[in-house]
C-alpha cells in the first residue's frame, strides 16, 4: 500500500490549494485519512483527520479554513486549503490507517510530503 500526496504549489495569502492523496495497493477499506505538516525548523504537527463514520478533527490553527474528506471509491482523500496564510507554508503529508484485501488488521500508512508556501 502506497499513499502519494500532491497538489502543492505556491501561493499569495489569502488564495486556496487542494490537497491530494491517493492511496495505491491491495486496499480494502480505508478506515482514517489525517494531514500533518513541518514547516522548516519545527516539529511535524497535526492538521486534520477523518474517519470513515464521519468523525473530524482540525488544528486549532486551520479550523474554519481547511476541510477534509475522503472520496472512498477512489481511495483518495483531500485536503481543501482557504484563505492560506504564511504561517500555513510547509511540506504537508498524509497518513492513513487502511485495512488490505490480504489482511484484517488495519496497518497505518504515510506518504511523502508536497510543499505548501504561502506569500505575504
Known amino acids: 500500500v502506497q499513499l502519494q500526496a500532491s497538489g502543492g504549489g505556491s501561493v499569495q495569502a489569502g488564495g486556496s490549494l487542494r490537497l491530494s492523496c491517493a492511496a495505491s495497493g491491495n486496499i480494502a477499506t480505508i478506515n482514517s485519512m489525517g494531514w500533518y505538516r513541518q514547516a522548516p525548523g519545527r516539529q511535524r504537527e497535526f492538521v486534520a483527520h477523518?474517519?470513515?463514520?464521519?468523525?473530524?478533527n482540525y488544528a486549532a490553527s486551520v479550523k474554519g479554513r481547511f476541510t477534509i474528506s475522503v472520496d472512498n471509491a477512489a481511495n483518495t482523500g483531500y485536503l481543501q486549503m482557504n484563505s492560506l496564510k504564511p504561517e500555513d507554508t510547509a511540506v504537508y503529508f498524509c497518513t492513513a490507517w487502511v485495512t488490505t484485501t490480504t489482511s484484517q488488521a488495519a496497518r497505518e500508512v504515510w506518504g511523502r510530503g508536497t510543499l505548501v508556501t504561502v506569500s505575504s
Open positions: 477523518v474517519t470513515n463514520v464521519g468523525s473530524l
